[in-house]
């Protein structure tokens, strides 16, 4: 009786294990969780692609100076970050003297230039808009930005605001007038901001996505000959794939309709976060609009915004770049100018 009665808890016991374990590899956040390993025999050196690559420096224009893309064959250009304080000193009035000399410096290389437009900051020290915005007119023009700790991490312009739409979209115009077919492409800050209707009662996630499409099609209307792109990576209101709200999946789907490409920075191919929200908006469609993805500041390691030195580390270039191609298939990737990583890292592999 002990025996029989052993054996059917056994088998009990299995059939729960075993139902949790199905329960467990069914879970709709762990779906691509191990993708990665398809790639994870990836070496050097990269494999010939139609990727578009690109170096990016932030706001550091400074090194593009004899930089080691000047000499690279297979990276087309420099991604360099403007804010809209540095190209709108006032209003109406415009300051391009920037992009205008690393265009032609890059162009004298046989390089390209792609611009990143800011319009949100990571640094509580820093407003990116012009001074005129930061008034009632505008409803003070900028949001701060807050961590989940609820410290002040930075400031974003409300984007969500109908007169600041309206002073960013004539930016768009008058830098389309003067660089559309001259610069590789533009493309906009991520979507992802720290703010709600709590940290502001003028802001709603919905409202939100709605305005980053008005944004969308003035980026496009300003643009008919380079490339444009918006970094939508997470949105407000919604966490996938538990709390979709279609926010994230609407932009996307708008970006094709409207021909605005759609890319995201940080390629982390471990993460669910990323992988359940830009990353599956990429593998899981089909696009004729252009996709990029970033590798940023601590993606040569895993990691997301760390500016620390592993000496001793696997090369995970390969795999990045095999997962971007094959994966997401993207037409563009920007990778971060990190220290040592660039340089010891990715360009032996190029």
Partial sequence: MNAQFSAAAIAIASLFIGATISQTSANPSEKYL????????????????????????????????????????RLSGAQIMYSWRQLEPSQGRYDFSAIEDDLVYLAAHGKKLFVQL???????????????????????????????????????????????????????????????????????QETAIGISSETDASFSASGYASSLKTNMRALKSAFRTSTVMLYANFMPGEWRPWEDQGYLSGLYEFGEETKVGLGAPDLIYTRKGQLNHALAMMHERSYSTPLGIAVQDGNYIGETNTLKVLHERKNIVPILHAFAKDFLKVDYMFWRNQKPYFEQDLLPCL
């Fill in 118 to 188: 800011q319009d949100a900051s990571f640094s509580p020290h820093f407003k990116p808009v012009p001074n005129y915005l930061l008034s009632s007119r505008f409803d003070g023009g900028v949001s701060p930005q807050y961590t989940d700790e609820g410290e002040l991490e930075g400031w974003v312009a409300k984007r969500w605001n109908k007169a600041v739409q309206d002073r960013f979209a004539a930016l768009l115009k008058a830098l389309g007038e003067e660089f559309d077919g001259e610069i590789e492409g533009l493309n906009l």
């Fill in 34 to 73: 191990n993708s990665y390993k398809e790639y994870s025999s990836a070496s050097c050196p990269l494999e010939t692609d139609d990727i578009t690559h690109f170096v990016y420096f932030a706001r550091d224009r400074g090194s593009i100076r004899d930089h080691p893309l000047l000499k690279n064959d």
